[in-house]
């Protein structure tokens, strides 16, 4: 089911991650996960006649909530190809970036998309319906090896190489297409009082391989970076430890492996700095309204 921009999803962090961009009326910002636009409504609000904002997705479903405005650009892409599309558009520098890099309580709601074990559907989980290897693809092509990996390194999981052997034998005799068939596969592994969040961490390896999230969320803080003028802010969202890592590695230390480079005088290279240590996360009436944003935490910092 398609749904409308009020209903395609709640916005995490509004005031927050759109404060943190401290913006400036006459500034070039981007919006790289566009969704329902509530973040976008929210920067354009703040936004002066001469100011602009470019929103990405990739989703075509996020088309339907594209905002009617002569200051907003909707790009049609994956945000790891930003700085691509900013030379496109004849924009080589930004003010602000943000990012709100959880899944849309649109998609795990549409139960044709197999983001969610709530349902039985297929095993898509491609945020690009258009292009790209499907979760069953994934699930019955890949090695068993390859599998583990997946498991273990986008998952956490330490059952990682009994599961994949579990998919593996089991898809010899039919192939594994959908959510239910994943659960009725799998699901026997799991420690019943820890079931739920290690079958929501199964969904999400397969969602992240998929989509190739880090791999992309690497670009993107990498060319953010490069674009962003000085005083320029980058406010990122993250919902699980992969994705906060890297991108607590980028704002720290430059880089999305956190290595630390010196100047002579022992200071750390890197083109951004912190705002504040502190992370900022929901408050208690946002938790009321939208428990989907209890993981929820947002970084902010600033390029030098």
């Not at 197999?114 to 979760?135: E, H, I, V």
């Not at 998929?210 to 003028?229: F, K, P, T, Y």
């Amino acid at each position: 089911m398609i749904k409308t921009a009020e209903t395609y999803h709640v916005s995490v962090l509004l005031k927050e991650s759109v404060d943190g961009l401290d913006i400036q009326p006459d500034g070039i910002y981007v919006d790289v996960t566009f969704g329902g636009g509530g973040h976008s409504k929210e920067i354009l609000s703040r936004l002066g006649v001469n100011g602009h904002l470019y929103s990405f997705d990739q989703d075509t479903d996020a088309e339907l909530n594209i905002v009617d405005d002569d200051r907003f650009t909707f790009v049609r892409s994956n945000f790891r190809y930003l700085k691509q599309w900013m030379r496109y558009y004849g924009v080589d520098g930004i003010d602000g970036l943000l990012a709100d890099l959880g899944v849309s309580s649109h998609h795990f709601d549409d139960e044709s998309r197999g983001f969610s074990f709530r349902y039985d559907a297929p095993l898509d989980m491609r945020m690009n319906k258009r292009a790209g290897m499907t979760a069953a693809e994934v699930v019955n092509e890949y090695t068993e090896e390859q599998l583990a990996d997946v498991f273990y390194l986008f998952g956490e999981l330490k059952n990682a190489r009994k599961l994949a052997a579990m998919l593996v034998k089991a898809r010899r005799q039919k192939p594994i297409e959908t959510t239910a068939q994943l659960l009725t596969v799998t699901e026997h592994l799991f420690a019943r009082e820890r079931e739920k969040k290690e079958i929501t961490k199964m969904f999400q390896a397969l969602r992240i391989e998929v989509n190739h999230e880090m791999d992309a969320l690497r670009e993107m803080l990498l060319g953010a970076s490069q674009l962003l003028r000085p005083g320029g802010r980058l406010s990122v969202i993250t919902y699980h430890s992969l994705e906060d890592r890297i991108v607590k590695n980028v704002m720290r230390t430059g880089n999305a492996e956190g290595k630390v480079e010196q100047d002579f005088f022992g200071r750390v290279k890197s083109p951004l700095h912190l705002i504040s240590n502190r992370i900022i996360s929901p408050s208690d009436e946002e938790l009321e309204r939208n428990p989907r944003s209890r993981s929820a935490k947002l970084r902010i910092a600033e390029k030098i």
